[in-house]
């Protein structure tokens, strides 16, 4: 399968041979069982509640335990009575990880790549070079880019709109587009289903150095 290759100003440079990882079809179960696992694996437990035998207070008994007519208590620390212990509340020592295999996880990828390339929001980029980093050139950038069919928001300045990967880092290139809220810079090497599927496009740099990337972090 070929597809159309543009350069940095929005202008055809030629087309590129696609493996056929990029026939498969969309998989939602995987997809989706990668993806929550990922947010699972990232996810921090910061809330946490005191148990009774963390909260201060409650070593003396409230009052004796016959002869006042009152309930019998041991601790103004129990769970019902206030400033009390709290029972089964959250606790920060949780552990929220799940574990993905690495057929599932590349699979995963893979699928999620060719339906960007079917629903059109792959863009495959010749080559990125800024002349000195600066945001107002990778402005340029973008909105020479949203002038082909399909990525015209791509000019636009709020939301996950894309993602650039690079086949190897470039810092003038980082630093040209941090200032970007829309886009974020990766290396292709760090690409992942989740980072994926919270982006609209797809922007891949320098395509032939861009799939030896992906299928050598990913075979």
Do not use: C
């Not at 208590?73 to 129990?78: D, I």
């Not at 574990?99 to 960007?116: E, H, Q």
């Not at 496009?201 to 032939?208: F, I, K, N, S, T």
Request: charge should be positive; glycine fraction near 8%.
């Amino acid at each position: 399968m070929k597809t159309k290759v543009y350069n940095q100003k929005g202008k055809a440079a030629g087309e590129v041979d696609l493996p056929k990882s990029f026939d498969l079809p969309w998989n939602a179960d995987l997809v989706h069982q990668v993806v929550v696992s990922m947010q699972s694996n990232q996810r921090l437990g910061l809330a946490h509640a005191k148990t009774r035998g963390e909260v201060s207070g409650g070593g003396k008994k409230p009052w004796r335990q016959k002869g006042t007519g009152r309930a019998r208590h041991g601790s103004t620390r129990s769970p019902i009575w206030r400033k009390g212990g709290v029972t089964h509340g959250p606790r920060n020592d949780r552990d929220y990880t799940q574990k993905i295999n690495k057929k599932m996880r590349t699979k995963a990828l893979w699928t999620v790549l060719a339906s960007k390339q079917r629903e059109g929001d792959l863009l495959w980029l010749e080559g990125l070079k800024l002349e000195t980093p600066k945001t107002k050139l990778a402005q340029g950038v973008l909105k020479n880019l949203a002038e082909l069919k399909g990525f015209n928001k791509l000019a636009y300045r709020s939301g996950n709109r894309a993602i650039i990967a690079l086949p190897h880092r470039d810092e003038a290139l980082t630093r040209s587009f941090r200032n970007l809220a829309a886009v974020r810079v990766e290396e292709v090497r760090n690409l992942n289903p989740l980072d994926l599927m919270s982006y609209q496009h797809l922007v891949l740099v320098d395509p032939e150095a861009s799939l030896k990337a992906l299928e050598t972090r990913h075979k």
